[in-house]
């Protein structure tokens, strides 16, 4: 990476790259999951990361899904639509060394009605304020991309509670400054 390409960074909380700082694309709009609630989210992942297979959506600064390799997923797919992050994620990727990362650049709503397969944990954390959040959690219920047990990070604004399906339970909700973040379970 060249220096001064990217200014914004973000640090591995825990795992194999613990403490470790990455850059992320300088694109406006683009808000890495705070290293607190990082760390909270993967305490109440921590007996389902090992060897699990992530869906990051809206991956951004890659923070989750980089998170959820550093601690043993066996399988990350990453999809956002703005080429400069998945150029950027693509480099972090090869710079850590980990295989098992998929990059998809695409608009997140288009790719879910795609060839599903279920993952074990799903990270959904949409730019705020543009209401995306109901279109994807309709998706993934629909077209097969969850199983029994799969976990469901949303993270939005501090105010938006989700509207979640019957066949998921909310099981732990908490907010810091503005954002909200749940996890959810699939029944």
């Given at each position: 990476?060249?220096?001064?390409?990217?200014?914004?960074?973000?640090?591995?909380?825990?795992g194999?790259?613990?403490?470790?700082?990455?850059?992320?694309?300088?694109?406006?709009?683009?808000?890495?999951?705070?290293?607190?609630?990082?760390?909270?989210l993967?305490?109440?992942?921590?007996?389902?990361?090992?060897?699990?297979?992530?869906?990051?959506?809206?991956?951004?600064?890659?923070?989750?899904?980089?998170?959820?390799?550093?601690?043993?997923?066996?399988e990350?797919?990453m999809?956002?639509?703005?080429?400069?992050?998945?150029a950027?994620?693509?480099?972090?990727?090869?710079?850590?060394?980990?295989?098992?990362?998929?990059?998809?650049?695409?608009?997140?709503?288009?790719?879910?009605?795609?060839?599903?397969?279920?993952?074990?944990?799903?990270?959904?954390?949409?730019?705020?304020?543009?209401?995306?959040?109901?279109?994807?959690?309709?998706?993934?219920?629909?077209?097969?991309?969850?199983?029994?047990?799969?976990?469901?990070?949303?993270?939005?604004?501090?105010?938006?509670?989700?509207?979640?399906?019957d066949?998921?339970?909310l099981y732990?909700?908490?907010?810091?400054?503005?954002?909200?973040?749940?996890?959810?379970?699939?029944?």
């Amino acid at each position: 990476m060249k220096p001064n390409q990217h200014v914004n960074q973000l640090r591995i909380i825990a795992g194999r790259w613990r403490g470790r700082k990455l850059s992320f694309a300088p694109v406006p709009g683009l808000r890495p999951t705070p290293d607190r609630v990082r760390e909270t989210l993967f305490n109440w992942l921590d007996p389902f990361v090992q060897g699990a297979r992530c869906l990051d959506l809206f991956a951004g600064s890659g923070a989750l899904g980089i998170e959820a390799a550093s601690r043993g997923a066996a399988e990350v797919v990453m999809v956002d639509y703005d080429a400069v992050v998945v150029a950027t994620l693509r480099e972090q990727l090869q710079e850590l060394g980990f295989s098992g990362a998929q990059l998809v650049q695409q608009d997140v709503n288009s790719w879910l009605t795609g060839k599903a397969a279920p993952f074990d944990i799903v990270f959904l954390d949409p730019p705020f304020r543009e209401n995306r959040l109901p279109a994807c959690i309709e998706r993934l219920e629909d077209n097969g991309w969850l199983a029994a047990g799969t976990r469901v990070y949303i993270e939005a604004e501090k105010t938006y509670i989700p509207d979640l399906p019957d066949s998921w339970e909310l099981y732990r909700s908490k907010h810091t400054g503005q954002v909200g973040y749940h996890l959810a379970k699939c029944v």
